[in-house]
């Protein structure tokens, strides 16, 4: 077993069971990528167990703070049971579940949906990349899936030094299903569609929005940044006229068209439009237009706090822009899917925008993303999501 030492004072965050070692923390010590490690304080006291990465800046993602805990088959067996155990216990509407979490579920580096009787993954680190198989051969004895497709290709595994991989790991047959979200049909492609397939995080924010809709008798709805219309089926679920759905990604749309149709809504209550956000939004103001509810889901503009200022004024723009197009009394459904943006910072970007557009909110609620995307007291970067749900005064 090789050791990682590390400086001076670099050892408290793994003594608060945070799981992550940057390259500035380490003294000495290399491995194999993947490769399990003990990692050491200076004075060669056990911290963690944990899975070492020659071409990251977190360089060790620990799997265990024990020091009589082997990293094995048996270790991650126990820990995908642990994660599917919490889920159980947890209000989940859907037969689409995210059943791991990453580091929130003591599995750096591993994703896993589950979508209907299909798993969906993603091996995001070399550590998790290691244990591939392992992982595989346990998620589908404790699942009982007909399938676990991989889904590689996220953009984060170039920092782990790894090419994207995608295709069937176990079983096999078609990737395209429907799930059952608060009783609405939707459909993805585990295959083609956006991360695993589908934004899973967002499933309780729809179904609130879905009530908001009802509550505030909004007739006219934009979605903005809609993918495949989850936003814009709750919208019409919630009662509204007529929802006009915004994305820069045409099979997305097209999906959006299919959820109205799929859902037995009337399909001149939906519109779509292929269009860059920004633009639509600046366009409609001009043209003089107005919503009643305004949906505003980016992606992440922000993937770490280096990126913060940059994304704040892109967060800026376009909820200025949409609380000028939204009529007085509408309501504003706003989020950030960014890690280097903290609700704070988020609440202060959009209070700006306010402010820009000469206008005041009530907040309604403070969203963050579903239950099964759960984040631990030891690991606060995990909230990524937060949301905000205004009425513009
Ligand atoms: N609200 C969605 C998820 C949105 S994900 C849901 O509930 O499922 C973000 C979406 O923004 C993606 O579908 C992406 O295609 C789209 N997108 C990214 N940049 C865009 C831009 N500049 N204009 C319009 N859409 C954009």
């Known amino acids: ?141 404790q699942t009982g899936a007909r399938g676990l497709y991989e889904r590689s290709d996220s953009s984060v595994r170039s920092l782990e030094g790894l090419e994207p991989v995608t295709g069937w790991l176990r079983g096999g047959g078609g990737t395209e299903l429907t799930i059952r979200e608060h009783g609405w049909k939707l459909s993805l492609d585990v295959a083609t569609g956006h991360k695993t397939g589908f934004y899973l995080d967002q499933r309780d924010n729809r179904a609130r929005f879905a009530e908001m809709v009802r509550q505030q008798g909004a007739r006219r709805v934009l979605n903005c940044f809609s993918y495949t219309g989850g936003f814009s089926v709750a919208a019409l679920a919630g009662g509204a006229r007529h929802v006009t759905s915004i994305d820069s990604s045409a099979p997305a749309l097209e999906r959006v068209r299919a959820h109205v149709e799929l859902n037995g809504f009337d ?48 967060y800026k723009d376009i909820n200025r822009l949409a609380l000028k197009l939204l009529e007085p009394g509408g309501l504003l459904l706003t989020f950030s899917c960014s890690g280097g943006i903290s609700a704070d910072l988020f609440h202060k970007i959009v209070a700006g925008a306010a402010m820009d557009a000469g206008v005041d909110g009530a907040i309604l609620a403070r969203l963050e993303s579903a239950p099964d995307h759960p984040t631990t007291l030891f690991f606060p970067e995990g909230e990524y999501l937060k949301g905000l749900a205004i009425v513009k005064q």
């Open 267 to 314: 399909g001149a209550r939906s519109q779509t439009q292929d269009a860059d956000v920004n633009q639509f939004l600046r366009d409609e103001i001009k043209a003089g237009r107005s919503y009643d509810a305004i949906v505003l889901d980016p992606p992440k503009y922000a993937p770490t706090a280096a990126h913060a200022e940059r994304a704040s004024r892109a």
């Open 1 to 141: 077993m090789k050791t990682i030492r590390l400086r001076e004072g670099k050892e408290r965050s793994l003594q608060r069971h945070h799981p992550w070692v940057f390259q500035g923390s380490i003294e000495k010590g290399k491995a194999d990528a993947g490769e399990t490690v003990r990692v050491e304080a200076a004075d060669g006291s056990f911290l963690a167990w944990g899975a070492y990465s020659p071409n990251s800046t977190i360089r060790v993602r620990a799997w265990s703070f024990e020091a009589s805990e082997r990293i094995d088959a048996d270790f991650f067996e126990r820990r995908i049971a642990r994660a599917l155990a919490l889920r159980a216990r947890l209000p989940v509407a859907s037969d689409g579940v995210r059943l791991v979490h990453g580091e929130a579920d003591g599995l750096p580096g591993l994703v896993v949906d589950r979508y209907g009787d299909l798993l969906s993954v993603q091996f995001l680190s070399v550590g998790s990349v290691r244990w591939k198989d392992v992982i595989a051969d346990a998620l589908m004895t």
